[in-house]
């Protein structure tokens, strides 16, 4: 393959290539042939993977990660095409090496699922809602075993304590009923273990991990990472570890591939990518991701990089952090929550389970309050309850001066311009029906029916253009935007109305890190523009560090930590806020990036 600047440590990584690795990819081109054109998704790329080594795969949406895994196993979709290439796969050190890309359909029907494991990236969408997860995973275990049913479920229970879903020293009845539950029983964590317990069920020598650890808490992504490298050492498993933060590829992997618009740019060790980074788009990569060690202004961005001159990072001395929170602290409270409970009635009302027990806090007008916790602790009850979503069982919510704790849904009406919240996933709450001009314009035709449509259509502009989207792409809907696209799109939307006080709601948490980069920084410049006050949630502490003012620490319902960012990630109290900070993947320290 010819050199190019866009391509660094190739040469190096081939040569130092044993005679037989587990899979060799040579050359691998996938195309998309469309009306006009044939879009290149992956170009040219080679790599190696050697026996009980970790590949990882790194690279933002759109980059070739999952297409050249997917091609890997014959799983692409019409239109997609494999142009060029072989993929070398030989599971015996012995024995004869397989170009998995020409491989006849019965023979890659023995190697998926036997040799080659994937966990995917989606992993509810990989399950059958309407089977248990004992059916399910009989089917993952290799058939040609024979195995019996009693022998069968025995396997199963066996591979549920390897992903540590099982104890041991459970009882065998309570093993069983385990088997019986339905994906939806499980959280997200236990649906990858469950995931990974499939991949694992034939015991394969090849494992490919796309994505597997997404939008997952820091603790349990930990717990995660710990498990693939358990299962590497036990079974002597090669992995290929997909993933868009270059951080977790530090926790898990030996070599490195960054992947950029379809090529791989730099190749080489964990050790040589991260502390001598060669492109600019590894170093943004590593560049993106809020520091815990300084506090920065703005976040650099991969684009920053690819300029022709080299971004210069602001940072925010202690000096000038107090200054601001002495600020803040003579402002009045704008929002202010005393003694809230919430509880959700369960079988037929005869009991009910504590989702918010005993909270108290205030926020400040042009405060950025962080509220973080693992999923299940009770950070989305709280903020829905604070906009009146949901309906508190105790306590008192006040919005400015006026207690909206009883406030009739008429009442509310007025306030709902000034409290607006941005959702986890803008995909869903996106109507898929509706044009983007239409999706912003929507609050104003409800609360603003007076003005006209010609001063709807100039909000929308104004707003669309002020969050980076085009306001000639009006007319277009949200499934021909990205995601980092269509959560400026709700941005936008939550804006339309001027509001006082804005949740966001995990706003980020499934964005690339350095589209994550655009959008923080979107939130902050719009911060100081329009005088926002913030509730900003989110399972990542680096993050919720970089954007609040103090941090809320949320564990089982209630807040077991507060103050300042800083001082609460610098000097925690708590014992859980410790495991979080330490669940944080840091990377290496860099020398060059």
Same mark, same amino acid.
């Given at each position: 393959?010819?050199?190019?600047?866009?391509?660094?440590?190739?040469?190096?990584?081939?040569?130092?290539?044993?005679?037989?690795?587990?899979?060799?990819?040579?050359?691998?081109?996938?195309?998309?042939?469309?009306?006009?054109?044939?879009?290149?998704?992956?170009?040219?790329?080679?790599?190696? &993977?050697?026996?009980?080594?970790?590949?990882?795969?790194?690279?933002?949406?759109?980059?070739?990660?999952?297409?050249?895994?997917?091609?890997?196993?014959?799983?692409?979709?019409?239109?997609?095409?494999?142009?060029?290439?072989?993929?070398?796969?030989?599971?015996?050190?012995?024995?004869?090496?397989?170009?998995?890309?020409?491989?006849?359909?019965?023979?890659?029907?023995?190697?998926?699922?036997?040799?080659?494991?994937?966990?995917?990236?989606?992993?509810?969408?990989?399950?059958?809602?309407?089977?248990?997860?004992?059916?399910?995973?009989?089917?993952?275990?290799?058939?040609?075993?024979?195995?019996?049913?009693?022998?069968?479920?025995?396997?199963?229970?066996?591979?549920?304590?390897?992903?540590?879903?099982?104890?041991?020293?459970?009882? @065998?009845?309570?093993?069983?009923?385990?088997?019986?539950?339905?994906?939806?029983?499980?959280?997200?964590?236990?649906?990858?273990? @469950?995931?990974?317990?499939?991949?694992?069920?034939?015991?394969?020598?090849?494992?490919?991990?796309?994505?597997?650890?997404?939008?997952?808490?820091?603790?349990?992504?930990?717990?995660?990472?710990?498990?693939?490298?358990?299962?590497?050492?036990?079974?002597?498993?090669?992995?290929?570890?997909?993933?868009?933060?270059?951080?977790?590829?530090?926790? !898990?992997?030996?070599?490195?591939?960054?992947?950029?618009?379809?090529?791989?740019?730099?190749?080489?060790?964990?050790?040589?990518?991260?502390?001598?980074?060669?492109?600019?788009?590894?170093?943004?990569?590593?560049?993106?991701?809020?520091?815990?060690?300084?506090?920065?202004?703005?976040?650099?961005?991969?684009?920053?990089?690819?300029?022709?001159?080299?971004? /210069?990072?602001?940072?925010?001395?202690?000096?000038?952090?107090?200054?601001? &929170?002495?600020?803040?602290?003579?402002?009045?409270?704008?929002?202010?929550?005393?003694?809230?409970?919430?509880?959700?009635?369960?079988?037929?009302?005869?009991?009910?389970?504590?989702?918010?027990?005993?909270?108290?806090?205030?926020?400040?007008?042009?405060?950025?309050?962080?509220?973080?916790?693992?999923?299940?602790?009770?950070?989305?009850?709280?903020?829905?309850?604070?906009?009146?979503?949901?309906?508190?069982?105790?306590?008192?919510?006040?919005?400015?001066?006026?207690?909206?704790?009883?406030?009739?849904?008429?009442?509310?009406?007025?306030?709902?311009?000034?409290?607006?919240?941005?959702?986890?996933?803008?995909?869903?709450?996106?109507?898929?029906?509706?044009?983007?001009?239409?999706?912003?314009?929507?609050?104003?035709?409800?609360?603003?029916?007076?003005?006209?449509?010609?001063?709807?259509?100039?909000?929308?502009?104004?707003?669309?253009?002020?969050?980076?989207?085009?306001?000639?792409?009006?007319?277009?809907?949200?499934?021909?935007?990205?995601?980092?696209? /269509?959560?400026?799109?709700?941005?936008?939307?939550?804006?339309?109305?001027?509001?006082?006080?804005?949740?966001?709601?995990?706003?980020?948490?499934?964005?690339?890190?350095?589209?994550?980069?655009?959008?923080?920084?979107?939130?902050?410049?719009?911060?100081?523009?329009?005088?926002?006050?913030? !509730?900003?949630?989110?399972?990542?502490?680096?993050?919720?560090?970089?954007?609040?003012?103090?941090?809320?620490?949320?564990?089982?319902?209630?807040?077991?930590?507060?103050?300042?960012?800083?001082?609460?990630?610098?000097?925690?109290?708590?014992?859980?806020?410790?495991?979080?900070?330490?669940?944080?993947?840091?990377?290496?320290?860099?020398?060059?990036?």
């Amino acid at each position: 393959m010819p050199e190019s600047p866009l391509f660094y440590g190739y040469s190096e990584l081939v040569c130092s290539a044993m005679s037989s690795p587990l899979l060799r990819v040579e050359a691998l081109t996938v195309d998309f042939p469309q009306a006009n054109q044939t879009l290149r998704a992956v170009d040219g790329i080679s790599f190696y &993977l050697e026996r009980g080594q970790t590949l990882g795969l790194v690279g933002e949406s759109g980059s070739g990660k999952s297409v050249t895994c997917l091609a890997l196993l014959q799983l692409l979709l019409p239109p997609a095409q494999i142009s060029h290439g072989q993929a070398w796969f030989q599971p015996e050190p012995e024995g004869t090496a397989i170009d998995l890309l020409r491989c006849p359909p019965r023979q890659m029907q023995q190697i998926r699922g036997r040799q080659i494991g994937m966990v995917f990236q989606e992993p509810m969408s990989s399950l059958n809602p309407v089977y248990s997860i004992g059916f399910q995973l009989a089917e993952a275990i290799d058939p040609q075993q024979r195995l019996s049913q009693g022998q069968c479920q025995q396997r199963a229970i066996a591979l549920l304590e390897q992903v540590h879903l099982l104890k041991p020293e459970d009882p @065998l009845e309570e093993k069983k009923r385990f088997l019986g539950r339905y994906p939806h029983q499980l959280s997200g964590g236990q649906i990858q273990r @469950l995931m990974i317990a499939m991949a694992m069920a034939a015991s394969p020598a090849l494992l490919i991990a796309d994505e597997p650890t997404t939008a997952l808490d820091v603790t349990v992504q930990a717990a995660i990472l710990r498990l693939l490298r358990e299962l590497q050492q036990q079974y002597h498993l090669s992995l290929i570890f997909v993933t868009h933060d270059l951080n977790l590829i530090a926790e !898990l992997a030996d070599q490195v591939v960054v992947m950029y618009q379809g090529q791989i740019v730099e190749s080489g060790t964990v050790q040589q990518v991260f502390r001598h980074p060669q492109h600019p788009y590894t170093k943004g990569l590593l560049a993106c991701r809020p520091r815990l060690d300084q506090r920065l202004a703005i976040l650099p961005t991969v684009a920053d990089f690819l300029g022709d001159t080299p971004p /210069r990072l602001e940072v925010i001395s202690p000096g000038q952090q107090q200054e601001r &929170l002495g600020h803040l602290a003579s402002q009045p409270p704008l929002v202010r929550v005393e003694h809230l409970w919430v509880k959700y009635p369960i079988a037929g009302g005869q009991r009910s389970v504590t989702a918010l027990r005993d909270i108290s806090f205030t926020i400040r007008t042009g405060e950025t309050l962080g509220l973080v916790g693992e999923s299940g602790c009770g950070k989305t009850t709280l903020a829905r309850t604070l906009l009146r979503l949901l309906e508190p069982t105790q306590g008192q919510i006040f919005f400015g001066d006026r207690d909206i704790s009883h406030l009739s849904p008429r009442q509310l009406r007025p306030l709902r311009q000034r409290m607006q919240l941005i959702f986890q996933d803008p995909y869903s709450s996106l109507n898929p029906r509706m044009t983007i001009g239409e999706l912003v314009a929507e609050p104003l035709r409800i609360h603003r029916p007076q003005q006209s449509q010609r001063e709807h259509r100039e909000r929308v502009a104004y707003l669309l253009e002020r969050v980076g989207i085009d306001p000639q792409a009006q007319n277009r809907y949200p499934h021909e935007f990205s995601g980092g696209q /269509r959560q400026r799109i709700c941005i936008a939307r939550a804006l339309a109305l001027n509001p006082e006080f804005v949740v966001c709601d995990e706003s980020v948490s499934a964005l690339d890190v350095s589209v994550q980069a655009q959008v923080l920084n979107l939130l902050k410049e719009l911060q100081r523009e329009f005088q926002l006050t913030y !509730l900003f949630i989110s399972h990542d502490l680096s993050v919720v560090k970089f954007m609040s003012d103090r941090l809320m620490v949320m564990y089982n319902g209630e807040i077991v930590e507060m103050g300042e960012a800083e001082a609460v990630y610098q000097q925690p109290q708590h014992e859980y806020t410790r495991t979080l900070i330490a669940a944080i993947p840091r990377g290496l320290s860099l020398e060059a990036a």
